[in-house]
């Protein structure tokens, strides 16, 4: 999600699971516009031999030390990395400021696989040399697994007695930074946190080291080693399901610093349930018209914004049975949302009764894709469909500011109704836009989606 600006105050929040980049291995869902960037990638599949890359927009150079390959089968089907730590092998990059996190949010991840009963101390990511504000990530020191922030060289995170992963399986790592809590999570488990003071700053303009630094490393594979600079993708405490592909994109975030983004619930997209904000998730589609897929049981997304005035959906019903695609709570107990059948219609619903309404217009059929944009200003609630007005009605309104979170793909928590539809665009605005511009925006998008 990003939200931007204009120099009357206005704002436009855009929800857009789309991938823009056209390559073999694409890095996260990002556009221009968004800070929130995979800042170094490497993919054991991606390569031949000897030769690493990083697959980040940043390109930064990875050098090989002591035949470091592409062996093994990684968790996702195809090559790993593979390392021997007799032979001292190791990746290292050119010197980056990606790991120099200063007191911004951040996120490491990757995925790992011990050699079968090993229980040495091992070295899997290191961001940075010495033990000076550098972050490393060990293993089987005295079975525990041990998350170090040196600054000057103590150990922050221990778990201690957390388990002897040296089982010859793969697991899954993730650590994060947000608002100065560093937290970390083994196979979707959460194991603890350390709360630092939000003015602490850490990393460093450094090599980045995988597989083994100082003398310790890395014995058996590693796997999408990925590093997220300026964004925690997964907060709080909870626990949440790994990844099911390879890291591909990155979360529905939004940038503006409101705390706008999106919570994946039950299973949006690849079947799989998505519980944490800003779950790794690779879009269905095979072009440009990406878009998430709710199954009409109980998908749905949850997400945050305040004063709207006009909401933008691109969505294409796989049943026109009747459903629910968007639904915005207000603080004044006003509610209103927008649902297909047969027609596309725009509900409201004042807790004094004085002000309900329902317009209905268009056409609707399963398996194709239309805009509809509902328009809410203090006097006048209006429908457009593909860019024309299809219905409107003239009332006292008093929107006010979304409740709590709006719903995507699902009606509410009182008359719960989930769509059976594909959803590829979400905006919000602030303000109603004038009948031009929704006009401008199906012309503008309408490409995507085939019309």
Not at 77 to 89: H, L, N, T
Request: charge should be negative; aromatic fraction near 12%.
């Amino acid at each position: 999600m990003d939200l931007a600006t204009n120099g009357s105050g206005d704002f436009e929040v855009l929800i857009d699971n789309i991938q823009f980049e056209d390559k073999t291995y694409s890095t996260p869902f990002v556009d221009i516009s968004r800070p929130a960037i995979t800042s170094f990638l490497i993919h054991g599949n991606v390569g031949s031999g000897t030769t690493f890359e990083d697959s980040s927009s940043n390109k930064i150079t990875v050098s090989n030390q002591n035949s470091v390959s592409h062996g093994g089968k990684s968790n996702f089907g195809g090559s790993a990395i593979k390392f021997s730590s007799s032979s001292s092998q190791q990746l290292t990059s050119a010197s980056t400021d990606v790991i120099n996190f200063g007191t911004e949010d951040w996120t490491i991840e990757f995925w790992f696989n011990m050699t079968n009963g090993s229980t040495a101390r091992m070295h899997a990511l290191s961001c940075g040399p010495g033990s000076t504000n550098n972050i490393d990530f060990n293993f089987n020191d005295g079975n525990a697994f041990w998350l170090y922030w040196n600054s000057g060289g103590t150990p922050n995170i221990i778990f201690g007695n957390d388990g002897d992963y040296g089982d010859g399986n793969w697991h899954h790592l993730m650590a994060t930074r947000a608002s100065g809590i560093v937290r970390v999570w083994v196979d979707g488990v959460h194991k603890g946190a350390n709360n630092y003071s939000s003015s602490t700053s850490m990393g460093q303009t450094a090599s980045i080291y995988v597989g083994g630094k100082s003398g310790v490393y890395w014995d058996g594979f590693l796997d999408e080693i990925r590093i997220i600079k300026g964004t925690a993708l997964w907060s709080g405490s909870g626990n949440f399901s790994v990844p099911t592909e390879r890291f591909k994109n990155g979360a529905w975030s939004d940038v503006s610093g409101n705390g706008n983004g999106g919570n994946f619930i039950n299973g949006v997209n690849t079947g799989t349930s998505h519980y944490r904000v800003g779950h790794v998730i690779y879009p269905y589609g095979t072009n440009s018209a990406r878009y998430l897929d709710f199954d009409g049981s109980d998908d749905h997304v949850t997400v945050s914004a305040t004063g709207t005035k006009t909401v933008e959906v691109w969505f294409n019903p796989d049943t026109t049975s009747g459903t629910n695609i968007l639904y915005c709570p207000h603080t004044n107990g006003y509610d209103n949302w927008l649902s297909f059948s047969t027609l596309v219609g725009l509900v409201g619903t004042e807790s004094a009764d004085t002000n309900n309404f329902s317009i209905y217009g268009g056409s609707v059929s399963a398996g194709n894709w239309y805009q509809a944009v509902a328009i809410i200003d203090d006097t006048t609630a209006t429908l457009y469909v593909n860019g024309s007005q299809v219905a409107t009605t003239t009332k006292t309104f008093t929107i006010g500011s979304w409740s709590g979170k709006a719903t995507i793909g699902r009606r509410g928590a009182l008359s719960q109704s989930y769509a059976n539809a594909k959803i590829g665009l979400v905006k919000v605005y602030n303000r109603p836009l004038t009948a031009t511009e929704v006009l401008q925006n199906y012309n503008a998008t309408k490409g995507r989606f085939g019309l």
